[in-house]
C-alpha cells in the first residue's frame, strides 16, 4: 500500500510541471488537490497501513500508520482550500507548480519515519514555503521569507550536527531506540525552530503577517505541522529529554495567547494561536 501511494504522489509531482501550461496553470493544482482529498479520505476511513523500505542498510523506510493518517487528512482539507483561494487570483505559473509540489512533499513527509527522510523532506517543505512566501516582491514580506529560510537552515544544521552524532554510533539512520542528550538536545533544538515553538519562533509572527491569507493557512495549518509530525516521530527516542519537549510545550501554549490578546493584525493573531496549538500539541508527545 505504501509503495502504491509513494507512487500517486510521484505522480503529483510530474503533473506539477503542467502548470507551466498557461491554461493549466489554476486547474492542475485543483485537481491534485480534490483527488488527493479523496484518496486521504479512503487511506483514514479505511484504516489503510503498511511500510516500505527503500534502503534497508541504512534503515531508511516510509511507514503508513495511525500518526501518518491523522497528518494526511489534515494536509489534503488545509491545501484543497487554500488552493480554491489562491486560483481565484493571478499569478505566474511557477506561484502554481510550487503550490502543486507542495502538496506531495508533506505527503511523503508524513510518510516518513527515519532521520534521513525527515531531513531531505523538511528541506524541501522548507525550500518551497520560502519561495512562495516570496512571490509580491514587497520588502517586508522577502525579508520575512529570507528570516524564515535563515533560521530554518540553521534549526536544520543543528539537527543534521545530531543526527550524524547519532549515525556515527549506530551506523544507520533508523530511528534509535533511546539518543544520548547531547545529540537529542541539537535535533530537538532544530524541529523546535522548525515548529515556530516558543523563544525559537521570531520568524513566525513576521512570515503570516506579509504572506497572502491562502499561503497563511497553508503554512499554519500544514507547513510546521511538519517538524511538529517529526518531533512525534522522535518522542519515544528522547528519553528524559522528552520533558524539555513538553515544558516548550506547555509554555508555547501559554505565550500564544498572551501575544494573541495584545495584537490587532488578524494575520498576527492567527500566527500567535497556531504558536498556542502547536505548544497543546508538544505538551502531550
Known amino acids: 500500500m505504501v509503495r502504491i501511494y509513494v507512487l500517486f ?11 507551466f501550461l498557461n491554461k493549466f496553470k489554476k486547474s492542475i493544482p485543483l485537481a491534485a488537490g480534490f483527488v488527493n482529498l479523496v484518496v486521504a479520505n479512503v487511506i483514514y476511513w479505511s484504516q489503510l497501513s503498511g511500510e516500505a523500505v527503500l534502503w534497508n542498510s541504512f534503515g531508511v523506510k516510509l511507514i503508513l500508520d495511525n500518526i501518518s493518517r491523522d497528518f494526511l487528512l489534515m494536509n489534503s482539507i488545509v491545501f484543497l482550500a487554500s488552493t480554491i483561494v489562491a486560483t481565484k487570483k493571478e499569478k505566474p505559473s511557477v506561484f502554481f507548480f510550487l503550490l502543486a509540489l507542495f502538496l506531495p512533499s508533506c505527503n511523503l513527509m508524513f510518510l516518513s519515519c527515519d532521520m534521513f527522510n525527515i531531513y531531505v523532506l523538511l528541506e524541501l517543505t522548507t ?96 507547513g510546521i505541522k511538519t517538524a511538529v509530525y517529526a518531533i512525534l516521530r ?22 500564544g495567547v498572551v501575544f494573541a490578546l495584545n495584537e490587532r493584525n488578524y494575520k498576527r493573531i492567527l500566527a500567535y494561536h497556531t504558536l498556542s496549538q502547536v505548544g497543546f500539541v508538544l505538551s502531550a508527545p
Open 234 to 255: 522522535f518522542s519515544p527516542s528522547l528519553g528524559k529529554t522528552v520533558d524539555v519537549v513538553v515544558l516548550f510545550g506547555v509554555v508555547s501554549a501559554i505565550a
Open 9 to 19: 504522489n510521484l505522480a503529483l509531482i510530474v503533473s506539477s510541471m503542467l502548470t
Open 127 to 222: 525550500l518551497v514555503v520560502f519561495l512562495l512566501a516570496s512571490f509580491g516582491g514587497k520588502t517586508n514580506q522577502v525579508w520575512s521569507a529570507l528570516k524564515y529560510m535563515v533560521l530554518g537552515t540553521a534549526g536544520m544544521n543543528l539537527y543534521l550536527l545530531g543526527v550524524g552524532m547519532i549515525f556515527a554510533r549506530s551506523r544507520t539512520f533508523e530511528l534509535p531506540t533511546l539518543v544520548d542528550i547531547i545529540p537529542a538536545v541539537l535535533v530537538i533544538s532544530g524541529l523546535l525552530v522548525k515548529a515556530g515553538v516558543f523563544l525559537f519562533s521570531m520568524w513566525l509572527p513576521d512570515l503570516h503577517s506579509s504572506v497572502e491569507s491562502e499561503l497563511s493557512a497553508l503554512l499554519s495549518g500544514v
